[in-house]
């Protein structure tokens, strides 16, 4: 069946470093969906993107849509410990179904 | 976004028994889900609960094993039957938004001894 592939699936920083994560999808997306999971938390949406090569930004989380709408990144610049928690990317593909990724645990060093 | 409720937050189970998982939505919502997530991972769909038609259940899942009801607008249940130590997880009901956008409940952490 279709994936979206999500890497890296664990991301250790430092806090103030910068934190990305990508998915990328076999087939064209009509849009790609991110949330936010806190630990011991629940999915959260942050965003959606539907235009190819969008760009969206939330304070300092930058979201993208690749041309060919295959593929997505987040983004965020100067982590802080309010960052920390897995990152999801959904892709919804050409018959209505939200195809997950594998998440992206954001893990930020002592 | 709707408010999103579910019941039990969490239960210990014994296996070969059932576990009804209640959610409460505080608008009236279309398209409800139910997702299961194991410790650790992403989230798979079990079934697509629409208002006054029976659920549409994911390959792997079946009717028999996780019945759904949809009554109203605003309420959904699922149940665990028949509980093995492999149905502990995560399970986690969703609601359609904006623009095909989902908002999940807290969730019901399940373990079966």
């Known amino acids: 069946g279709q994936q979206v592939m999500q890497i890296p699936q664990y991301q250790h920083v430092q806090e103030g470093e910068d934190f990305t994560t990508y998915c990328n999808s076999s087939t064209t997306l009509s849009n790609i969906q991110w949330y936010k999971q806190r630990p011991g938390g629940h999915p959260v949406f942050l965003i959606q993107?539907?235009?190819s090569g969008e760009v969206k930004k939330q304070k300092r989380l930058t979201f993208q849509f690749g041309e060919a709408k295959k593929n997505s990144s987040l983004h965020i610049t100067a982590t802080q410990t309010t960052d920390v928690g897995t990152y999801f990317c959904?892709?919804?593909?050409?018959?209505?179904?939200?195809?997950w990724g594998a998440g992206t645990k954001l893990i930020i060093k002592p | 976004s709707a408010v999103i409720s579910q019941k039990p937050s969490r239960d210990i189970c014994q296996r070969g028994t059932s576990l009804t998982i209640q959610c409460q939505v505080d608008s009236q919502v279309t398209m409800m889900f139910w997702y299961r997530q194991q410790p650790g991972q992403s989230l798979t769909l079990i079934a697509t609960a629409n208002q006054g038609s029976e659920a549409t259940y994911e390959s792997g899942f079946v009717i028999d094993k996780f019945p759904i009801s949809r009554p109203n607008l605003t309420f959904s249940t699922l149940t665990v039957s028949n509980m093995s130590p492999e149905d502990s997880s995560i399970y986690l009901c969703?609601?359609?938004?904006?623009?095909?956008?989902?908002?999940f409940g807290p969730g019901t952490r399940l373990t079966v001894l």
């Open positions: 969703s609601v359609g938004g904006n623009s095909d956008t989902q908002y």
């Open positions: 959904a892709g919804m593909d050409s018959n209505y179904q939200l195809i």
């Open positions: 993107l539907v235009k």
